[in-house]
């Protein structure tokens, strides 16, 4: 007899900003598919990166853990990932088949974590290479990795990684045990640097205005303390108004390919009688894209911690569609929620929470304040750990011991430090942090008061090393 619990769909991406979603009435973004399915489910405006790059992340998205928990409380590569319990392995041993589709980010590379079925981007590239008269390299377009620089693709749509990875999902569904229940993850390495976008997208975006950035009154040494010329990766500094132009014009060009290809994939799922799916759309981290002279992620600033987080709910869970919810979610939170969707028991080492109460309006009890953070990456003055209600930010440096404080509810895109002038606010907050950082090994708070330290990306690396992420 066939297993009638719902399929669960993870559909990650990389650097998606949470506030470029056409249903949050960005003046650019287009996601019609993305809102299509919000409205079969719930748009949760406060989704959050716990520590927003890649490595780090990931590893609380597979083990429901903090980075604190974990070890990763930064960006390192080449850790091994030696985790007993994870998101893949649980949802497995509870009977789905499992498959990860894309970037994954573990290492060993071919690590399977759990999951039965692995597909990454080194397929893609021997796919890639097979293809007659095609270069194969999907850097010929000259745009480095993590570069402010854009540009439309060289490769046609139809050669494209994302393309691809749908298609090897298309395969999956069509080869897939009929009598279980599945979980898919496919993860996208876009909107992640290069933003080389399909030319038929790069188009439609040309010749808009783009919104200029956001400069805050306490950004201008991001401009006056790059080096200039501009190294094409710099992770701050003032780029000229065309740079900036196509910049902003390739990244959300990108957004709109990327909505397609999930509207496409989600077109796949609901055919062939594949039975109900509950789907997540997230991002590891956002991008900063200029705001406030800065570039790519590792900020607790929105435009870099902020991450959409929306649901696509099937009938048998019994919620109300259409929603939008305002609680403050964040990746340790998606492993209970699909262990919560899939009637398995959700192991003691999980701290997050399932986010199917919120679903059905049960809000009493949740969270009240947020927290992420990053070890220092670029810089030693990047180095962030961070608190907020969704109303306030409170950002400290645990190097330099530096803070600012934002008043969300006021100006959502922080263009004004008040850790000046609301002294009794940043107060209240600096109490806060130095709670949640109590007992943490690098010595950051006794409880009462903080203390900058030194931080290392890893628990095991060491305490001066600062990565390039």
Known sequence: MSDRRPNIVLIITDHFRGDSLSRLDHPVAETPHLDGMSAKGAMFTRGYSPCPSCCPARRTLMTGQ???????????????????????????????????????????RRLHLGYEQMITPEDYSAWLDRQPGVLGEKFAHGVDSNSWMGRPNHLPEMLMEENWF???????????????PYFLTLSFNGPHPPWCPPQVYYDQFVGRHMP??????????????????????????????IAMQRARVSYFAYLSYLDAQVGRFLRLARTGGHGETFVLFTSDHGEMLGDHHLWRKTYAYEASARVPFIVQVPSSLGTDNNRTIDELVGWEDIMPTFLDVAGAPIPDTVEGRSVLPLLRGETDGWRDAYHGEHSPCYHLENANQFLTDADWKYIWNPITGDEQLFHLASDPNECQDRSETDVDVLEGWRERMADVLSGRPEGLSDGKQLTPAPVAAWRGGHTTDVHLG
């Not at 080449?78 to 573990?106: C, R």
């Not at 200029?212 to 000229?240: K, L, Q």
């Open 166 to 180: 749908v298609d090897q999902a298309r395969e999956f569904l069509d080869r897939r045990d009929p009598t279980r």
């Open 212 to 241: 200029d950035p956001f400069i805050g009154d306490w950004a201008e040494r991001h401009a006056t303390g790059a080096e200039y010329p501009m190294d094409v990766n710099a992770w701050r500094g003032r780029v000229s108004d």
């Open 66 to 108: 903090t980075p604190a928990t974990h070890g990763m409380v930064g960006y390192q590569d080449n850790v091994p990932w030696t985790y007993d319990v994870t998101m893949a392995g649980e949802l497995t041993k509870a009977g789905y088949q499992s498959i990860n589709i894309g970037k994954t980010h573990f290492y060993p």
